[in-house]
């Protein structure tokens, strides 16, 4: 359920006029505050009656908020430890209601990286950043020259339920800072009588409140209009006057503000309702002190009524063993006694009787704690004990301990321990500083105890004085003194300088014993050394010496073995650092011979540091050991350097090629005889052409050995190679060029061996060239055999042979032999090739077998004069027998002349003629065996012209001819006719219609008053016929005015359904090429095609292509395999029936030879 809600109460029982439009939803109460902070109570009457329409100002609301749960009021808040962020705290005041005020904030930002987090609250709960508005206002502002945060919280405008305890929090990362401070707002005397009438009256003023009911105004006694007092009760004629009647009254005693007016009087009628469950409820409000004990009473009406009890929305139910809750009944009073209030027993109460329940708020009071034993005044000195003590008037009261008015950090690391016991409490610092001098205070809720803590510093004295040191160079340091008062710390100085701890220099301090050390000694450490005590103006001071023998630093050139390597011609200069004190002298020598500083071209130097040989221009005589001493009053040293020059390689010797390749070679080379003075580290070998003076370069990479394979050389074309050394120091000069030399390959292998012939004697190979043969060419090729289970070969040919085919004779019969094939050029024999299995010497059977061309599988069709030259392969051992015949008749030879070989049969005729057409049976006969075929030759012609051409009639623009298909065709199908036309005033010919297939027409569209002849010519698949048949008759066009009586047709059926004219033939196709299937229909209309294979019609196939023009109906079939093979048909369908025929495809796969 939700909680109750604190209101202002007036005297008049009304309520503030800004919080009535604002307070439509019940706010939780707020949380008890701080113990050291005055309680300042505010309650207002709950009012449920407040119009929508006010609902949503944040302005006039801000001091309410959603209220902690009951369960988390004893849960302890979580926040970061204190420190000192707030440099400027806010301080409490008091104003008078509707009075302005501001607090401010400050925070340096001198060590802060980004600006900190700044939270206002109310209480402990409650954040006024949501809360903004007319009546709070909130503002940061930063100084960029002082690097300060400034945040200020502005009230205007207040009201008396502002009052109370605010908080401020800064937070920035890990820090954390709080302030909390007091805001008590007070009322203003009545002493003006109050004005309802004026109350209700608008405001000219343009005030912000004016114009709504400004009851806020009446009980802030602004200063209200000089009317006369009423004399009669407006409210009490507006509650007994109709609704219709108001403005009629508001308007006779000067009330403009009707609305507002209409809202209150709404309110005051609601209010006028009375309890049926309670005769007296329980107060707004109550109030306790802490420790204290407080009684809620309430009067019913009916006292048998079930009453119930609750805090914060929570029933409360009496306990046997605890006193804390007490009931109690007093007639028809019911009385919930508390006793020991504390901070938990701040909250909202609540009774319910049946359906009805009133609500009070219980605020519970803490009495502020003030201070019973101030803190004395502590005079002390450095690493004493103190102890701050303070005694309160309350026990486990909430303290604060601040020194110079800030608060002192206690947290795990802090020099500060706080401990309290009953009323006292304590402040220890164990070891006390200089630092801790200071005021120091205890803050309580009611006073504040003050006392001066002065430390200071314990006389000096010097129980063990610094003590003159002389040293050897890098041999530690180490300084000592012994003061008293222990633990104070110093600092050490060399030269007036301080030095600080690093590395090598150590800075120790126990108790009373102060020490340097340092590791190891440098020049740089002699000096002067002071150690001042801090806080003292004594010093103590001593002198330190560092002695060093003279030493040469050659671990300092990073040379191997000490030994500096140049490569001639170059200038070398060798720095080799040294040191000493006093200062060496220092002497070079290489051998017995002094080298002086004096010297031309070899010179040596010296200098405070170090000392220097230097060679301008290295020859290879300076290559030895060079001495180096130094002596100075501490002692004598020596050491020693070599020096060793370098330079390039000789050229190597004259590179040898053993061996030669198609694309390469193998070559060799001895090293150089002088290395230069370094390893040689590998070869570069280069390579031209003989008529070139460019080389080539064919490593990129040293090769390490003596030998090297140069590759991809262009065959048959002469190469000459050089090799160059290489070293640490260069590449040297090239050697002198190889001899020249010419690669050559032999051929790659012959390829496709395979048997031709076999007697019983002999055997014929065949092969083709090899797929490489290269610039040495082919010279010829090589045959082997040998009897299979032997490795003897026996070459058959004495002389290469040219050809890719051969006859081995004089073979054994029925022997096994097994054959190889090389190739031969210049650069030698190539691999063989072998033929897979071996060969039995013995003459076989081979049936025959026609091969018959494609083309020639339909009519082979010729023009008359044309040539015709057809070659038929066949296939047979022995020779086959080949015969040809004519419609049955033996082939006369005058005519067609037939030549036959092993392997074809040749038919040629020079000069066609249409004798020459018809069927030639071929037939090839082996022994018994026998294979034949048929060859269809047509030789077409010309056709000749139409017969008996005729004009049927004529009317009008119109001619009917007439005529009869030519008696000669040309040994080929008439394909049409071509009509033409002409005047017979000038008998010019002009051509009507073209490839017309019927013999009969109408010509039309013929001028009226002419006369007219006609002809007609015939026309095949070779071309026109060479004359037409033109009319006896001429036809004359009537002009206007003669009537033709026109004899009456009737109208010929052309309908007929389909009838195949040309059918389907069985065909043979190869496997690989495409194959197409002929036939044509007729009918009318016209019919639908479909071509079914195996009876199953082909849709939507991409192997499939199907044509049909002109009655002419293809399917061609897209590279057929053997599966293509079967049963096709053709199905034409239209309305008058169906036709199909069909035919078969036979798919053959070709055979390779």
Not at 40 to 62: C, F, Q, T, Y
Not at 178 to 198: A, H, P
Not at 520 to 532: E, K, L, M
Not at 1131 to 1138: M, V
Request: proline letters at 7%; glycine letters at 6%; a negative charge.
């Amino acid at each position: 359920m939700p909680e109750p809600t604190k209101k202002d109460e007036t005297p008049n029982g009304e309520k503030d006029k800004d919080d009535d439009a604002t307070t439509n939803t019940p706010s939780p109460p707020p949380p008890p505050e701080d113990a050291n902070t005055a309680k300042k109570l505010s309650i207002e009457l709950p009012n449920d009656s407040v119009h929508v329409s006010a609902m949503g100002r944040k302005d006039s609301v801000w001091s309410l908020g959603e209220g902690q749960a009951p369960e988390d009021l004893d849960k302890p808040v979580d926040t970061p430890p204190l420190s000192s962020l707030l440099i400027e705290r806010p301080q409490g005041g008091s104003i008078t209601v509707g009075g302005d005020i501001s607090f401010v904030a400050k925070v340096e930002a001198q060590d802060l990286l980004r600006k900190p987090t700044i939270k206002w609250f109310k209480g402990k709960w409650m954040d006024l950043a949501s809360k903004t508005g007319k009546h709070l206002q909130l503002k940061e502002t930063f100084d960029r020259r002082t690097k300060i945060h400034t945040f200020e919280m502005h009230i205007i405008k207040a009201k008396d339920n502002y009052a109370g305890n605010y908080r401020c929090e800064v937070t920035y990362k890990d820090k954390f800072d709080s302030c909390s401070f007091d805001l008590e707002v007070k009322e203003l005397e009545q002493s003006q009588s109050v004005d309802i009438r004026s109350a209700f009256k608008r405001s000219s003023e343009g005030h912000e409140d004016a114009g709504d009911l400004d009851f806020s105004g009446l009980l802030k006694h602004r200063e209200p209009k000089q009317d006369e007092t009423p004399e009669v009760d407006v409210w009490e004629i507006l509650k007994s006057a109709r609704p219709d009647q108001y403005e009629k009254i508001a308007f006779e005693y000067g009330i403009t503000d009707l609305r507002g007016l209409l809202k209150r009087l709404k309110k005051t009628k609601k209010e006028e309702k009375k309890s049926e469950a309670f005769a007296k409820k329980l107060d707004p409000a109550y109030q306790a002190d802490k420790g204290g004990k407080i009684r809620l009473v309430v009067d019913l009406a009916d006292p048998t009524v079930e009453l119930k009890w609750y805090k914060n929305g929570q029933e409360i139910r009496p306990t046997p063993n605890q006193r804390k809750f007490i009931f109690e009944q007093k007639g028809t009073q019911r009385i919930l006694v508390i006793n020991n209030c504390g901070l938990n027993d701040d909250a909202a109460y609540s009774v319910a009787a049946g359906e009805e329940k009133c609500t009070t708020e219980l605020f519970v009071k803490e009495l502020p704690v003030k201070i019973t034993k101030e803190i004395e005044a502590v005079k002390t000195t450095v690493n004493e004990r103190i102890e701050l003590e303070c005694e309160v008037s309350e026990e486990g009261a909430q303290v604060k301990w601040c020194k110079n008015g800030v608060e002192v950090p206690t947290g795990p690391r802090s020099r500060y321990r706080v401990k309290s016991d009953g009323l006292k409490h304590w402040l220890i610092i164990d070891d006390a500083s200089k630092e801790d001098t200071g005021t120091f205070s205890l803050m309580a809720s009611g006073g504040t105890s003050e006392a001066k803590v002065q430390v200071e510093l314990k006389p000096l004295k010097i129980i063990q004085d610094l003590q003159d040191m002389t040293v050897l160079l890098g041999q530690p340091l180490k300084m000592h003194c012994e003061i008293f008062p222990g633990n104070v710390p110093g600092r050490w100085y060399r030269n007036g300088q301080l030095i600080q701890s690093n590395d090598r220099i150590n800075i120790l301090q126990r108790a009373k014993n102060h020490r340097l050390e340092i590791v190891n000694s440098t020049i740089h450490d002699a000096g002067d050394y002071t150690f001042v005590p801090e806080g003292y103006t004594q010093s103590l001071c001593a002198k330190i010496h560092i002695v060093d023998p003279p030493r040469v630093h050659l671990e300092s050139l990073n040379f191997p073995d000490n030994t500096v390597t140049i490569v001639a011609g170059n200038k070398l200069r060798v720095e080799i650092p040294i040191s000493g004190e006093p200062a060496p002298r220092v002497v070079w020598m290489k051998g017995e011979r002094v080298i002086l500083d004096s010297g031309h071209r070899v010179r040596a130097e010296t200098f405070p540091d170090h000392t220097s040989l230097t060679i301008d221009i290295a020859e290879k005589e300076d290559t030895g050991n060079y001495k180096i001493v130094l002596q100075n009053e501490a002692g004598e040293a020596g050491a020693s350097v070599k020096v060793k020059v370098v330079d390039i390689p000789d050229p190597p010797e004259v590179p040898l090629v053993t061996e030669v390749g198609g694309d390469w070679c193998s070559m060799t080379w001895e090293p150089p005889i002088y290395d230069g003075g370094s390893p040689i580290l590998g070869y570069f070998i280069e390579r031209k052409k003989k008529q070139s003076s460019r080389w080539m370069r064919l490593n990129f990479d040293l090769n390490k050995e003596t030998t090297f394979e140069p590759k991809k050389m262009i065959e048959g074309v002469p190469y000459e190679v050089r090799v160059f050394a290489v070293n640490a120091i260069g590449v040297s000069k090239p050697s002198e060029p190889s001899k020249a030399f010419v690669p050559l390959a032999v051929t790659s292998e012959p390829t496709m061996l395979v048997v031709d012939d076999v007697t019983d004697t002999t055997v014929t190979m065949k092969w083709r060239p090899p797929d490489t043969i290269g610039a040495a060419g082919l010279d010829g090729y090589l045959v082997e055999y040998c009897i299979e289970g032997t490795d003897d070969w026996r070459v058959t040919n004495k002389e290469l042979t040219e050809k890719t085919k051969y006859t081995i004779t004089g073979l054994p019969p029925e022997a096994k032999i097994l054959v190889r094939v090389r190739a031969i050029n210049a650069a030698g024999a190539s691999t063989p090739r072998t033929l897979q299995h071996s060969i039995l010497v013995k003459e076989v059977i081979e049936p025959p077998k026609i091969r018959i061309p494609r083309h020639l599988r339909q009519t082979y069709t010729r023009k008359v004069g044309e040539a015709v030259n057809l070659v038929i392969p066949f296939m047979g051992k022995p020779r086959p027998k080949v015969s040809w015949l004519k419609e049955g008749q033996t082939v006369d030879p005058t005519q067609v002349t037939i030549r036959n070989t092993d392997c074809d049969s040749i038919i040629f005729i020079r000069k066609a003629e249409r004798k020459h057409s018809g069927k030639y049976d071929m037939k090839v006969e082996v022994e018994n065996h026998v294979d034949t075929a048929i060859v269809d030759i047509q030789i077409v012609d010309l056709p000749g012209p139409p017969q008996c051409v005729k004009i049927d009639e004529v009317w009008g623009g119109n001619v009917a001819l007439d005529w009869t298909p030519p008696k000669d065709n040309g040994n080929a199908a008439i394909t049409g006719y071509t009509i033409q036309k002409a005047d017979k005033k000038t008998m010019e010919w002009y051509t009507c219609i073209e490839h017309y297939h019927r013999t009969c027409i109408t010509i039309t569209e013929l001028v009226v008053g002419n006369e007219y002849y006609f002809r007609i010519y015939s026309e095949n698949m070779v071309g026109l016929s060479e004359c037409a048949t033109q009319t006896k008759d001429s036809a004359l066009i009537v002009k206007e005015g003669m009537q033709l009586k026109n004899p009456e047709y009737i109208d010929h059926d052309f309908k007929e359904p389909p009838k195949f004219t040309q059918p389907l033939i069985n065909t043979f196709a190869i496997a690989g090429y495409n194959a197409t299937l002929n036939c044509s229909v007729r009918a009318n209309p016209r019919p639908k095609v479909i071509w079914m294979k195996n009876k199953i019609a082909i849709i939507d196939d991409p192997r499939y292509r199907m044509f049909s023009n002109q009655g002419v109906c293809t399917l061609e079939i897209r590279k057929p395999s053997p599966y293509d093979g079967g049963m096709y048909s053709c199905k034409a369908i239209n309305d008058l029936g169906d036709a199909l025929v069909e035919c078969k495809l036979e798919v053959k796969v070709p055979t390779q030879d």
